[in-house]
């Protein structure tokens, strides 16, 4: 038996199946082969986003558990981030809204890269990166059914 350690980025993605505890899966994907392949689960990530947002100064929690967060919310960014990534690749090089994500992508991998802290702030931090980062695909979505894609 192989001891493999706890992700240091969890994806969650949901797979249809859920836990009855959380409703939602959380997979270890380290190599990220997965990415793609599951649709996101961005209820769960909105929940969180919105919970983290608004906390008070001091919304009484310790530093691990505000750790934890800060990783699940890490998580969900890298796996967002491919996502824009990928929509952001569908449109011609020339488009704005391509211009836009690579800049937003750059930003995400730049605070990414950063050790998350066990602070609200960070936590606070990386749940407006996830949500920066869903306002871009949505907006990549809505770009690419208005003008045709890049062939493949």
């Given at each position: 038996?192989?001891?493999?350690?706890?992700?240091?980025?969890?994806?969650?993605?949901?797979?249809?199946?859920?836990?009855?505890?959380?409703?939602?899966v959380?997979?270890?994907?380290?190599?990220?082969?997965?990415n793609?392949?599951?649709?996101l689960?961005?209820?769960?990530?909105?929940?969180?986003?919105?919970?983290?947002?608004?906390?008070?100064?001091?919304?009484?929690?310790?530093?691990?558990?505000?750790?934890?967060?800060?990783?699940?919310?890490?998580?969900?960014?890298?796996?967002?981030?491919?996502?824009?990534?990928?929509?952001?690749?569908?449109?011609?090089?020339?488009?704005?809204?391509?211009?836009?994500?690579?800049?937003?992508?750059?930003?995400?991998?730049?605070?990414?890269?950063?050790?998350?802290?066990?602070?609200?702030?960070?936590?606070?931090?990386?749940?407006?990166?996830?949500?920066?980062?869903?306002?871009?695909?949505?907006?990549?979505?809505?770009?690419?059914?208005?003008?045709?894609?890049?062939?493949?």
């Amino acid at each position: 038996m192989t001891y493999r350690p706890p992700p240091r980025h969890p994806v969650t993605r949901g797979d249809g199946r859920t836990t009855p505890e959380s409703g939602h899966v959380a997979l270890y994907d380290p190599e990220g082969h997965l990415n793609g392949e599951l649709p996101l689960d961005r209820a769960f990530h909105e929940r969180i986003v919105k919970a983290v947002l608004g906390w008070p100064a001091d919304p009484g929690l310790c530093p691990a558990d505000l750790e934890q967060i800060t990783l699940q919310l890490t998580g969900a960014a890298h796996v967002v981030a491919d996502d824009v990534r990928h929509a952001a690749g569908q449109l011609t090089g020339g488009h704005t809204a391509r211009t836009l994500a690579a800049a937003v992508l750059a930003e995400a991998q730049h605070r990414l890269a950063a050790d998350p802290q066990g602070t609200v702030r960070c936590a606070q931090g990386h749940a407006r990166l996830v949500r920066t980062l869903y306002e871009h695909l949505d907006h990549l979505t809505e770009a690419a059914r208005r003008r045709p894609v890049k062939a493949l």
